[in-house]
């Protein structure tokens, strides 16, 4: 789910938005031929593949299809809306633009005996879709009823140009690193084979930047039972996205991807390794973050988080109608009766529904002393507290809580309205650590709280209702 939860998912969600402007309220392309429609849908849905693939090419299928769209417009509110949809492609792809440089040394990395070839995996999906989408367009020419294939043929092709161009550029990215000079960083790493794991302390030595990436050659694993970490010099931006050469004594460690997620932890400088969960000082409970209701509370006293129920409601029948007007249009789209619209309508509303129900309404926590219980997308389960819990939050929404056997990913979204009684991110990380650490002072404890699997409620059935009667009367 979290890939959907990036800054490219405003590309297709943009797209989702102009596409119902474009075809349900201004009526679709002024050409009447039935290929307009068809090639016009493509270009709509290219952006929206692509951005995942490669931004830079997203932009530029963005802006082609807007230049295509401008004369097949019925009037001024359609080109607005698709040159908008290439605006907001425009800007994601910015997201690129490399930072400023290090205020660090630079110097060239050591000259590798050879470059490896790197992105082999998008170098032959695109290759393979632009098979696929000349196949398309020469079934559509001997084929009148293939015509509908035209979208699904564009939007193979313009994948295609991503994925190509993404291995391109990683290509030409690896021959940059070793062309130009590079920050300079002294760290600590660990060898694996074909993977190095990289620390790089801090100035105060308390915490460390730590990331990983894959190289071409394998290293062998340490005979020794406990893993440690070599001094090392590291040539690049440590930063996700980024490409970085490792030097570890003589060994040249030559990337074939490019650096995962950098987090920042907790740093032990005598053994050069994070610290131990249990002894990190950041699972400390933050007095300004604890709520007076939890600082006051029973220790033996359930207490509940769930998203809060206007935002959960909003997400839902935005989901729900969403799913339902984009298929119905597609539906009509194809010249399918209106029997199949409504139906088509009902299957995606209700899909819709369904999952928005499992991800916004259905989750919850509950706590005490004894332990945590929570109800998820799928499962539910009770945990006890154990020495080696924890719990952090990681920026994007989302608390992490290691407890039992079990680890929990919970939904905190930013409390909406403001005045919501939902607790953010920070208060319930704080909530959570505070009874932890008031259960390791307790003896007997209690069991985990019970929590029950709640059921869907009527008013969904009720929308879910109300969204198929909306969607037969919208799409005409």
Request: net charge negative; with cysteine.
């Amino acid at each position: 789910m979290r890939p959907l939860l990036r800054v490219e998912s405003t590309v297709p969600a943009a797209g989702l938005v102009t596409f119902l402007l474009v075809f349900g309220l201004f009526g679709g392309p002024s050409d009447p031929a039935p290929a307009a429609r068809w090639v016009g849908l493509g270009v709509l849905l290219t952006p929206a593949l692509t951005v995942y693939a490669q931004r830079g090419a997203t932009a530029w299928a963005a802006v082609l299809g807007a230049v295509l769209w401008t004369p097949l417009a019925t009037g001024f509110p359609t080109v607005l809306a698709v040159w908008a949809y290439a605006a907001v492609a425009v800007l994601v792809a910015r997201l690129d633009t490399p930072p400023a440089p290090l205020p660090v040394p630079h110097r060239r990395p050591p000259p590798p005996y050879a470059l490896p070839h790197v992105a082999a995996p998008a170098e032959a999906g695109g290759f393979a879709l632009l098979v696929l989408s000349a196949a398309g367009v020469a079934w559509v020419a001997v084929d009148d009823a293939a015509v509908p294939w035209l979208a699904v043929t564009i939007a193979a092709f313009g994948l295609g140009c991503a994925l190509l161009t993404r291995a391109v550029r990683a290509q030409a990215t690896l021959r940059r690193l070793f062309n130009e000079p590079q920050p300079v960083h002294s760290v600590r790493a660990v060898e694996q084979e074909g993977y190095v794991h990289v620390l790089i302390p801090s100035a105060d030595g308390r915490t460390a930047r730590e990331f990983a990436f894959d190289v071409a050659e394998p290293e062998p694993v340490h005979d020794e039972d406990d893993i440690h970490t070599e001094a090392a010099v590291l040539y690049g931006d440590p930063r996700p996205g980024a490409w970085c050469v490792l030097e570890v004594g003589e060994r040249l460690h030559v990337p074939v991807g490019p650096v995962g997620p950098v987090i920042e932890v907790p740093y032990d400088v005598v053994e050069g390794l994070p610290r131990e969960i249990e002894d990190d000082e950041e699972q400390l409970v933050d007095p300004d973050s604890l709520r007076p209701a939890d600082r006051d509370a029973n220790a033996f006293q359930p207490r509940e988080h769930r998203i809060s129920p206007r935002r959960a409601w909003t997400a839902t029948t935005a989901i729900g109608l969403g799913a339902a007007l984009a298929l119905a249009e597609v539906v009509r789209l194809a010249g399918l009766p209106r029997t199949a619209v409504i139906v088509v309508a009902a299957v995606a509303g209700a899909a819709g529904f369904e999952y928005a129900w499992r991800t916004q309404l259905r989750p919850r926590l509950r706590w005490h002393v004894g332990g945590v219980a929570s109800v998820g997308f799928r499962e539910r389960t009770r945990q006890p507290w154990a020495t080696d819990s924890a719990i952090v939050h990681d920026d994007e929404g989302t608390v992490v809580l290691t407890a039992g056997e079990a680890v929990l990913t919970v939904p905190v979204p930013a409390p909406w309205p403001s005045r919501s009684h939902q607790r953010t991110a920070d208060q319930l990380v704080a909530a959570l650590r505070d009874t932890r650490i008031r259960a390791l002072e307790i003896s007997p404890l209690p069991p985990p709280p019970w929590i029950d699997a709640p059921r869907r409620p009527a008013a969904l059935f009720v929308l879910w209702a109300a969204t198929v009667a909306a969607t037969t009367l919208i799409v005409r």
